[in-house]
Structure formats: C-alpha cells, structure tokens
C-alpha cells in the first residue's frame, strides 16, 4: 500500500496484522448459515451496496506515528487492523427462531438504558426478532430469576432514563449455573453490558459455551464512564459525565470566589485513570490544579500542594482543586480493615479523598494561617452523575454500538466487543479488551497541555 505524506514522499506499510475473532462456524459441527440479510427485503429501506460491510474490511488502531527518514512506519504495532463493524449481507442466526438475552451488571453509568432500547428496537426492527429478553439485576439473573420479556412497546423511552430498567448488581458470578440458564431458556445469542469485571466474566461465559459446543453467540458492550478500555476511543457516558461534571466544578468556583481564601475541592470519578477529571479540567477553565491517578501527588514542601495553592490564594485569593477518586489512595492512611475491605465483586473499596483533602488543607491553614479566613467547599457529583440519563452525543454512540453489536451477532461472530477505534466502529476480542487498560499517557503531549493550562506543579520531589 502505498500512500503519499504531505510532501509527496510515498512511503510503504509495513503487513497489517488482523485481530481476528472468534465466529460460531470454528466450534459448531453443523455450521449453517441461515441465508440472507432480512433488511435486503424490506420493502422501504433497500440497502445499498455500501450499507453492508465486507469481511475484509477494517478499522487500523494506530493512526499517529512518526515517519522514519526512508519513509516506513517504525513499530509493528501501529499496524493492528481489527474487523470493521456492520451488517453483513449473509447472517448466520435465524431471526424468527432466535432468542436473545440482555444483562446489565456493575455500576451505573448514563446510557445504558438507551443501550438497552436499541438493542430491543434494534433487533425487533432491523433483523424481525420477537423473542428478546432482560436478565434482572445482574450476573445473578440468569439463575435466580425469571427473565422479562422485551418489546419496542415497553422500551420506547428508556433513552430518557437514567440507571438502568433491569438493574444491575456486584457478585454472584456462577459460570455453571449462568451458562445452564442460558442452555435452559434457550437464548442463542447474549449481550452483556459491563464494566471491567464484567467483561471478564464475559470471556469465561463465551470460553464454556464454546467448551459446550453451543450456538450461542456472545457480545460484550463496555460500560465504563471512567473510559478506562483500552483499544476503543471511549465509551459510553463519559461525554456525559464531562458535561454533568461541569456544574460541580463551576458551583466549586462560584463558592471558592466568593469567600476569603476561598478553596473549591471536586472529587470526580476514576478509580484507575484521570480521564473525566482532564477532559472536565480542560473544558471547564476554571481549575487551577487537577490531580489524577496516573501521577502522584504530595502536599508538604518544595513543589506541595500546599505550596502551590497558597501562591494562588495569595495571586486570586481563590482556587479550584479537582481530584479523581483513585488519586491519592497511597496517600491516606488506612485501618486494617480498611486494607481488607473489598465490594460483592471482590473489588478494592476506595477511601474518599476528597473527604480526606479537605481535612488536610484545614489542618495546613489553621496551623500556617491561624489569624486568616480561609475556607475549603468539598463537591462530590459520583452519584449525581451517574444516574442522569445520556446526553445526546452518549445517546447517539449508544445507538451506534448496540446495532452494531447486533449486526456482529448475526452475523455469527462471538466472544467480541464492539467500540470505535479512531472514530470507525469495530470488533474487537473480548480477550484484547480485557488485557488492555486505557489510562492517562502522563509522558504524552496531551497530560502536559493540561499542566500548561493550570500551570500546576509535576510533583516531582526534588
Ligand atoms: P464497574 O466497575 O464499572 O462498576 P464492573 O463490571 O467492573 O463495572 P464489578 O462489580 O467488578 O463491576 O463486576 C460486575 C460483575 O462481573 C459481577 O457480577 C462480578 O461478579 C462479575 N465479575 C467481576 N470480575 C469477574 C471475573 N474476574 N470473572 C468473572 N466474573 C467477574
Ligand atoms: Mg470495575
């Protein structure tokens, strides 16, 4: 392949290497497809040729790199090439007969219920399923509760709605007894909406069916609003959480300008990765100093934050502190069983450290500044945020990734997760999402745009 740079070199790729996923027709004695697209025969929408995606289309992961003097791309892993997702012309399941389950599990994140619906309407209008259902709370419903059944009737509004309609739970993870209730009800084809630890226990649902040799396909939809999964763009909610996470931060300045010495301290989510705390600091511009998990921080001394807010109380006699949740943890101390505490899914719980900072910068006050006013108003938005319903670029990305989940679906793929990678939606392993995790690149252009806004410190001890 050759292509022409801006000054009219040619350079050359070096081979693509395709992540390839796993289809039903691998494991399955009997691996019939069950004939052609059903939208082909829609009497109103006729597809055209560039509606349907060919098997050998796809989406490349890595789109900025840097040209060697003779013209290649240095590293083979700018050249991961993944399936590109759409319908296909031929489709494997047989709508009329098929029988589709959705779950929700982990933590809410606004969305997905409109993930939910598309899914619901998605697969009723585009492909004529009629017998889809939801698993109630989690994990744990596919063995202890019956499932409902799902129409475009009972889902129509679901995209207002913040939460999600099945509910969702932690724990109660049992492979035999989740992928006998899938045998038992007959579901052929599963869509799981998770987070991180969900789409582990998604891989392990997709390895026991495939170990059983059933004709059931498996999708995985990532919830995370943290945007904490590798390979994909972002997920959904996260614009979401940005935007809501806009009014916390501006009531934080409005209380910080208007006292003396006056701190605004918001504690955002992001228990491993710093990205709504960036992205809400860069679009906000009324933070002086944003704190995340991927750097650490430390408050005493040459290069403090003491230090530095007491420079910026002393220039504007407020400041506006922004913290993720999964910054600091090492920093505070810890009762024993504090150190043992973990959720129903065995998950480390995070102390506050919003809570934790607010203290601190009152005792530093109070024992540097005695005589002077100062005062610190602590925002934490977590649960405000999470349940508000998408907004509308979250709604459109969860309308986008559920069809596309579907399409994948039919068209017998399986043990994949749909997300778009440099804006192109594609599948990818739920193996490879898994392994991959997406934090703040610290040592990248994009963490040092942040310190330049903020002119905050490295925090790099001396
Ligand atoms: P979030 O952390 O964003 O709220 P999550 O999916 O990571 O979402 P968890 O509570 O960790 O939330 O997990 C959700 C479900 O996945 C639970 O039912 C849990 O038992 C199950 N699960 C978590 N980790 C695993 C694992 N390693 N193997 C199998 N199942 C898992
Ligand atoms: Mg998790």
């Given at each position: 392949l050759n292509v022409h740079s801006d000054d009219h070199h040619a350079f050359s790729f070096s081979p693509v290497t395709l992540q390839k996923l796993p289809h039903l027709s691998e494991y399955l004695e009997d691996p019939q497809y069950a004939g052609p697209n059903p939208l082909d025969s829609n009497p109103f929408f006729h597809p055209s040729d560039g509606f349907y995606m060919n098997s050998s289309d796809v989406v490349l992961r890595h789109i900025v790199s840097r040209l060697s003097p003779s013209g290649t791309l240095d590293s083979p892993s700018h050249h991961l090439a993944y399936i590109r997702a759409g319908p296909r012309k031929n489709i494997f399941f047989d709508p009329t007969a098929t029988?589709?389950?959705?779950?929700?599990?982990?933590?809410?994140?606004?969305?997905?219920n409109t993930v939910l619906r598309e899914l619901v309407v998605g697969l009723w209008d585009l492909y004529g399923v009629r017998q889809i259902y939801g698993i109630k709370a989690g994990y744990r419903g596919f063995y202890s509760t019956p499932p409902v059944e799902l129409s475009p009737k009972m889902v129509h509004n679901w995209h207002m709605r913040g939460g999600t309609v099945l509910g969702t739970s932690r724990g109660g993870f049992d492979l035999t007894k989740i992928v006998d209730g899938i045998q038992n009800h007959g579901f052929d084809q599963v869509y799981i909406i998770g987070g991180d630890g969900t789409m582990r226990g998604a891989i392990k649902i997709f390895e026991e069916i495939r170990r059983r040799k059933l004709r059931v396909g498996v999708t995985g939809i990532p919830k995370t609003v943290d945007n904490d999964v590798g390979i994909i763009d972002r997920s959904f909610g996260f614009q979401t959480a940005v935007e809501m996470a806009q009014q916390a931060i501006h009531a934080a300045h409005v209380e910080a300008e208007s006292a003396v010495n006056g701190i605004g301290l918001v504690k955002l989510m992001g228990r491993n990765t710093g990205h709504i705390t960036l992205h809400a600091t860069l679009s906000s511009r009324d933070v002086d100093c944003c704190?995340?998990?991927?750097?650490?921080?430390?408050?005493?001394?040459?290069?403090?934050?003491?230090?530095?807010?007491?420079?910026?109380?002393?220039?504007?006699?407020?400041?506006?502190?922004?913290?993720?949740?999964?910054?600091?943890?090492?920093?505070?101390?810890?009762?024993?069983?504090?150190?043992?505490?973990?959720?129903?899914s065995g998950n480390r719980v995070f102390l506050d450290v919003g809570a934790w900072l607010k203290s601190e910068l009152k005792k530093w006050?109070?024992?540097?500044?005695?005589?002077?006013?100062?005062?610190?108003?602590?925002?934490?938005?977590?649960?405000?945020?999470?349940?508000?319903?998408?907004?509308a670029t979250d709604n459109l990305y969860c309308t986008l990734v559920a069809h596309s989940a579907i399409h994948g679906v039919m068209a017998g793929y399986t043990g994949f997760v749909t997300g778009p990678i440099n804006g192109n939606h594609a599948y990818i392993p739920l193996i490879d999402v898994a392994q991959t995790k997406n934090e703040v690149n610290v040592k990248d252009h994009k963490w040092e745009w942040v310190r330049s806004v903020t002119n905050q410190p490295d925090f790099l001890k001396p």
């Open positions: 029988r589709a389950a959705i779950v929700t599990c982990g933590g809410l994140c606004p969305g997905m704190l995340i998990p991927e750097t650490g921080f430390y408050l005493e001394g040459k290069g403090g934050l003491f230090e530095f807010l007491e420079q910026r109380l002393k220039e504007r006699g407020h400041a506006v502190v922004v913290i993720a949740e999964g910054a600091g943890q090492d920093l505070i101390p810890r009762t024993k069983s504090q150190e043992e505490e973990r959720d129903d006050w109070d024992r540097d500044h005695p005589q002077e006013l100062f005062t610190v108003k602590y925002i934490d938005p977590t649960y405000m945020i999470r349940a508000v319903a998408a907004n």
